[in-house]
């Protein structure tokens, strides 16, 4: 699976463009803004849309789903806790197929209700559950500390540490990193009580 990483909008959002290399088939991660620069990597490409596929449903993630799911005919995937227009709900687990490649939902809320990650090939697409070096805030609707305490510890802490970490916004030292490098060096990753957390967040 190739990962195509495109810093959009003025937000530093990452739009990710995920190619399935034996067949072409490909999936829209995230788009919001410079759609005609995701256009240009689809056509350069010779890529075939299948699906876009949002972490969660705030507008810096979504804008752009109506426009590109128009000029690719690809299907809309989000979770089933968004309450935005979609083609197809996502729950806990469920496989994402395109090509020979797939990807496993994880759903990871705290951010948002309906946050998931996407686990596959060695990789993590984050949203914004977890970026290189911080988490995501937990101060708008829909968020919680405690939501996303247990998305951190309970799901992310435990997968592979080798896996290679794509978060929604390009806030860290390093546009990438892996869930190791992580464990080691991002402040919200170290071991602390629940309390200690919702505390450390502000709630």
């Not at 596959?120 to 290189?132: Q, S």
């Not at 806030?171 to 990193?177: D, E, F, N, R, V």
Request: hydrophobic share 35%.
């Amino acid at each position: 699976m190739k990962v195509h990483q495109i810093e959009v909008g003025n937000m530093q959002n990452f739009t990710y463009i995920l190619e399935d290399e034996d067949t072409g088939e490909a999936i829209i991660l995230d788009p919001s803004w410079n759609l005609d620069e995701i256009q240009k990597v689809i056509t350069r490409h010779d890529l075939k849309v299948k699906y876009i596929v949002n972490t969660h449903h705030h507008f810096d993630h979504t804008l752009g789903n109506e426009a590109m799911a128009k000029e690719t005919e690809a299907k809309i995937l989000q979770h089933e806790a968004s309450t935005l227009k979609h083609d197809i709900t996502l729950v806990d687990e469920q496989k994402i197929k395109f090509g020979n490649s797939q990807l496993t939902v994880f759903h990871t809320p705290g951010h948002s209700k309906d946050s998931i990650c996407l686990v596959g090939d060695g990789k993590i697409f984050t949203g914004d559950t977890l970026f290189v070096g911080n988490c995501g805030r937990v101060d708008l609707p829909g968020g919680s500390a405690q939501e996303l305490y247990h998305s951190l510890f309970d799901i992310l802490y435990k997968m592979d540490e080798s896996l290679v970490l794509y978060s929604g916004h390009n806030y860290g030292s390093t546009p990438i990193s892996t869930l190791a490098n992580e464990k080691k060096s991002n402040f919200v990753l170290q071991k602390r009580s629940e309390q200690e957390f919702v505390e450390l967040m502000g709630q």
